[in-house]
């Protein structure tokens, strides 16, 4: 099997994809919109990206790339984020901090109350960071334990977090939907049409009519038009489970769209 993922090596990403299959060959590629992308071309057989972060809220290219994509998730892995300050040299070479986006949000006290008046500058992954700063002294990069050896780098600081209980959720991109495996979440998009009033509430109560948990529900914007909004929904059980299966048909009657993106096994905690 072989595996698309956001690389270059070290990346969270890749440890996702190694806990869901540890013997599979990985295929790294530059950014989430490639990694999806992978799978469509055919070039691997899944794709994995990460879709939520227990911080700093969803991946919004990957829930847009999730509807604007004819995609199938067919699993999830969730990993504890724990980030170093890493760097060939001392802490006082520092002239520059980089990594992704996302880490330099979740670690911002931390740049803040210890590097005030340094550059600090994002970079497409956190391992693509460690490898720029594996080529000067004066970077240093918010990055992964795995990417400290990886890049030969120094571990300055560990877990430097603003918050310990770090944790990202990846999604797998597979090309079929597994079958029922007793511990399932189904994942749907749903478009209102017409933003009438009750309109989500009655699409709600239908849930909450056969019982079924919902695990998340956020809004994402159509952009068409200003203030018209799609809605990600993950509830627990399998597609083709009565109580679901019954629920969605219904659904299906009263919103303008239903997007099923897939039903597959819950993650275990990490």
Same mark, same amino acid.
């Given at each position: 099997m072989i595996i698309g993922t956001?690389?270059?090596?070290?990346?969270?990403?890749e440890k996702a994809a190694?806990?869901?299959n540890e013997t599979a060959e990985l295929r790294y590629y530059d950014d989430i919109q490639d990694t999806v992308d992978a799978i469509l071309r055919k070039e691997v057989d899944c794709s994995i990206v990460p879709? /939520? &972060?227990?911080l700093e809220g969803s991946i919004t290219l990957t829930l847009d790339l999730l509807m604007e994509r004819q995609l199938i998730i067919v699993g999830e892995e969730i990993v504890k984020v724990e980030h170093c300050l890493l760097s060939k040299g001392k802490i006082s070479d520092i002239k520059m901090i980089m990594s992704h986006p996302q880490a330099l949000s979740q670690c911002r006290k931390f740049i803040k109350n210890n590097f005030k008046n340094i550059e600090v500058r994002s970079a497409m992954s956190t391992s693509h960071a460690a490898k720029l700063a594996s080529e000067s002294k004066e970077i240093a990069a918010i990055a992964s334990y795995d990417s400290a050896k990886i890049y030969g780098l120094n571990i300055l600081k560990k877990n430097i977090q603003?918050?310990? /209980? &770090?944790?990202?959720?990846?999604?797998?991109?597979?090309?079929?939907?597994?079958?029922?495996s007793g511990n399932d979440k189904t994942s749907i998009i749903v478009y209102l049409e017409k933003n009438r009033p009750g309109a989500l509430y009655e699409i709600l109560g239908e849930f909450a009519k056969k019982g079924i948990d919902l695990t998340k529900i956020e809004s994402r914007p159509t952009k068409k038009l200003l203030g018209d909004y799609l809605f990600h929904i993950?509830?627990?059980g399998h597609k083709e489970d009565e109580a679901v299966k019954g629920t969605l048909e219904k659904i299906k009657g009263i919103a303008g769209m239903l997007k099923i993106l897939g039903s597959y096994p819950i993650a275990k905690s990490p």
């Open positions: 956001f690389g270059p090596e070290g990346s969270y990403t190694k806990q869901w879709v /939520e &972060n227990s603003d918050v310990n /209980e &770090n944790f990202t959720r990846f999604i797998v991109i597979g090309k079929k939907i597994p079958i029922p993950d509830m627990r």
